[in-house]
């Protein structure tokens, strides 16, 4: 039979083929859904809008500056990086804006504008493009660029302006942040009394001391709810976060209120909902997995909250951060699903 | 309502190019292309030569061993050639190619059985077995494999899945909305092979005609009609037991191990059919759909149909086509040439226009974990991504890459545009590779 076979293919070899269209083969799936890089990027700038918008309102020009330098610099610096090391300028995937726009977030209103620039080339150049670019990079590189700034640089990173909303006609003054204020009363050994007393309304719109894109929590959670409304984040990481943050900080405070600040404090000043939503949630350097990913911020908040108590710095989200990123895959490695049909194989096999 | 927790995706749908078109005849080929293996398993030996005449039900090709299936002419005339042909999978595979004479003579004497259900479970596996049949629903394994257990596999239960999650997809919606009847006594007589008492039809909530027509149907049989949430892949096998029955098929097994027998829909019919008419599995209904084609509907087709002949009785292409797919577009197959023949297990023939096909590269893994969350496997798929851009197939091996089910879940998610799935199959290639060199 098996002769047969052979012998009538030999013959009738290509009988039935006649010219066919130009058809393209690929693997399955051939649908795919219509969400990209670019469009997740654009969507954490625009979500970012709000709370950029509240910054230049509460310290007006001298926060754009900020922003405008800082973002110039980190596209700058992908685009010069990727010429140089021969690689398709990507500048449109929207990454070296969000790193732009979340570093301006974090410095002080009226920094020198040097101080943007070494800040933008320090995130992309070192944090991210050494590391082999987008998706390698273990550190979020704003934070990280935040962070090196802090320690290089500690007085120019903490020269806080008062608000003086834009039109006021007020001449900028330098201040101190609640968390400052706090900081000194505790190293003092006073009581934080008056320091932690703080005008929730204020703090809540962002008329007080910090940095640019941290000071409103309303603007910050506007832009919150859009990313989780568009599912570009989960809620794992930030009410993980920041649940840590205002859980731990309520037993301090309600052992000794005297010394320690009462949790809506702590969630409404420093950089807590900026970290929580927008930085802690940056899928490159985050688990994978959501009960990872619950894990994550959980240790954000804790360490956030041991720095602010404790800590020699008034503020401690962006160590947090940058030290729950290098948790990351040890977090995976332990989070890895249990996988469909798993738990009855291993036992009887 | 069922459905699997948490993962899985909801591409798009597509379904009402035809969901409200009833199933048509397409008129007979002048010529059939019938491949000797159509079935997973070892391929049937040919029993006719060329030249010899053959009529429509007689069987062709005999099974070799017990995980094969027969095939039979799904029209009267002759054989003109015996040989290799284009076979949907992407290869060549021998096939017997019958002319038509025309007259679609079928043979005489089929053996009918109008009390089918006081046969003996033995006596209809044998019809089973010679009739043909195979799983329709793409992954055609045969039919009676699944209905011979070994002994210590006691089955407690038997689903059959019409819950066509895949996109633009209508066969068996259509098939369940104009065969109910069928499909219940197909089914009755699967619980009758198998002894069991439960059964239950799966059917996902976008169907709700088929869903009405199946409650009508089976009510008074005690066969249940579990709706579905519409999610894709819930009518992968694995995905559609945890839905309905909430047990998992362990890891590296199959249903019976957990006392489960599922059969698509259309299995069922093919069952019916072929226990009370005698009549073997040699035409199916088919979904001819997509933007690239210009009638697209329900067709019952028969075996060995080629493809350009379905095209062409179809009003032919709209406009120039990109990617023309046996199967949906999560797991279809793309095929090369109009030459290959529609098989027992094509539930579908997808014309993409070209335009619609995107060709884009692919970036760095952002790490987003959007394919982790999706996975209905619950498995890594972003490490088999990056182990395979890497070229370390081995390292996948400890994610447990053979558990992956290709459903294109991840890929469909992927921001950066990732053909994980290629990836996950150019893995298993490379282990099978490894595992031909070791034995």
Not at chain 1, 154 to 176: E, I, N
Not at chain 2, 7 to 27: F, N, Q, R, Y
Request: net charge positive; proline share 6%; aromatic share 6%.
């Amino acid at each position: 039979m098996a002769e047969q076979i052979v012998a009538e293919k030999e013959e009738k070899r290509g009988r039935l083929e006649e010219p066919t269209p130009k058809l393209i083969l690929t693997s399955s799936p051939h649908v795919l859904g219509e969400d990209s890089i670019e469009r997740i990027m654009w969507s954490v700038v625009l979500a970012l809008l709000p709370a950029s918008l509240a910054g230049l309102y509460f310290f007006g020009w001298s926060a754009l500056q900020v922003i405008v330098v800082c973002m110039a610099s980190t596209l700058g610096a992908e685009a010069l990086f990727q010429k140089i090391s021969g690689n398709r300028v990507a500048i449109k995937d929207g990454s070296a804006a969000v790193t732009g726009l979340l570093l301006a977030l974090t410095l002080p209103p009226g920094s020198p504008w040097w101080l943007s620039v070494i800040g933008g080339f320090f995130a992309i150049m070192i944090c991210k493009q050494l590391y082999g670019g987008l998706g390698y990079n273990p550190f979020n590189p704003a934070i990280m660029a935040r962070v090196f700034l802090l320690i290089a640089f500690p007085l120019q990173m903490t020269r806080w302006p008062v608000p003086h909303p834009l039109f006021s006609g007020m001449d900028a003054k330098t201040g101190a942040t609640p968390l400052g204020d706090l900081q000194v009363a505790r190293l003092t050994g006073k009581g934080i009394g008056d320091a932690a007393r703080l005008n929730l309304w204020d703090a809540f719109i962002g008329n007080i001391g910090g940095s640019i894109g941290e000071v409103s929590a309303i603007a910050l959670l506007i832009g919150a709810a859009y990313l989780i409304y568009k599912q570009y984040i989960t809620w794992h990481i930030p009410l993980s976060m920041i649940g840590t943050v205002m859980a731990f900080g309520g037993i301090f405070w309600m052992m000794n209120p005297d010394k320690y600040a009462n949790p809506l404090f702590h969630l409404l000043t420093g950089g807590l909902i900026l970290g929580a939503f927008f930085m802690a949630t940056d899928m490159v350097t985050c688990p994978v997995t959501l009960k990872g990913q619950l894990i994550f911020g959980a240790g954000c908040g804790l360490i956030t909250v041991i720095i602010r108590m404790w800590g020699g710095y008034p503020e401690g989200v962006s160590f947090a951060i940058v030290l729950m990123n290098i948790a990351t895959p040890l977090i995976d490695i332990y989070t890895r699903p249990v996988r469909y049909g798993a738990k009855r194989a291993e036992g009887t096999s | 309502m069922w459905t699997i927790a948490g993962e899985g995706i909801h591409p798009i749908h597509e379904k009402g190019l035809t969901s409200s078109l009833s199933v048509g005849d397409l008129k007979l080929p002048n010529k059939v292309v019938i491949p000797l293996s159509q079935h997973i398993g070892a391929p049937s030996e040919p029993l006719v030569r060329i030249g010899d005449s053959v009529r429509k039900y007689q069987k062709i090709g005999e099974a070799k061993g017990f995980v094969s299936a027969p095939v039979h002419a799904s029209i009267s005339g002759k054989v003109i050639a015996i040989g290799k042909f284009p076979h949907p999978s992407g290869n060549q595979s021998n096939s017997i190619v019958i002319e038509s004479d025309g007259k679609d003579e079928p043979v005489e004497g089929l053996t009918e059985h109008p009390d089918y259900l006081k046969l003996d479970p033995k006596e209809l596996k044998d019809i089973i077995v010679n009739a043909g049949i195979v799983g329709m629903g793409g992954a055609t394994f045969p039919t009676h494999v699944k209905l011979n257990p070994p002994k210590e596999k006691k089955i407690d239960t038997v689903l059959l899945n019409g819950a066509e999650c895949e996109p633009y997809l209508t066969a068996d919606d259509r098939l369940m909305v104009e065969m109910s009847r069928e499909v219940v006594e197909g089914m009755k007589i699967l619980m009758h092979i198998m002894g069991v008492q439960e059964g239950h039809i799966g059917i996902e909530d976008d169907k709700p005609a088929a869903i009405e027509a199946m409650r009508k149907a089976a009510s008074g049989t005690g066969i249940r009609i579990s709706v579905l949430e519409k999610k894709y892949p819930q009518g992968a096998e694995k995905q559609l037991i945890k839905s309905i029955l909430g047990r998992e098929v362990p890891s590296g097994g199959l249903p019976m191990d957990i006392g489960v027998v599922v059969q698509n829909v259309g299995t069922a019919v093919a069952v019916y059919h072929a226990v009370r008419y005698g009549i073997p599995l040699i035409e199916r209904i088919v979904t001819v759909t997509g933007q690239g084609i210009q009638r697209p509907g329900n067709l019952r087709v028969r075996i060995g149909t080629l493809l350009d002949h379905v095209i062409t009785e179809c009003g032919g292409l709209a406009g120039e086509p990109g990617k023309i797919l046996f199967g949906g577009p999560m797991m279809g197959i793309a095929q090369h040439t109009l030459h290959v023949p529609v098989l027992k297990g094509t539930s579908g023939i997808l014309v993409i226009p070209k335009e619609d096909v995107l060709l884009k590269d692919f970036t760095a893994c952002i790490r987003c974990g959007r394919c982790v969350q999706a996975c209905p496997i619950r498995l890594l798929p972003n490490m088999y991504s990056v182990f395979a851009e890497a070229g370390k197939p081995k390292d996948a091996e400890k994610y447990y890459i053979l558990d992956c089910i290709e459903c294109g879940c991840c890929t469909y998610v992927c921001p950066s545009r990732r053909p994980i799935v290629h990836q996950i199959r150019y893995i298993k290639a490379e282990m099978r590779k490894a595992k031909n060199k070791v034995a």
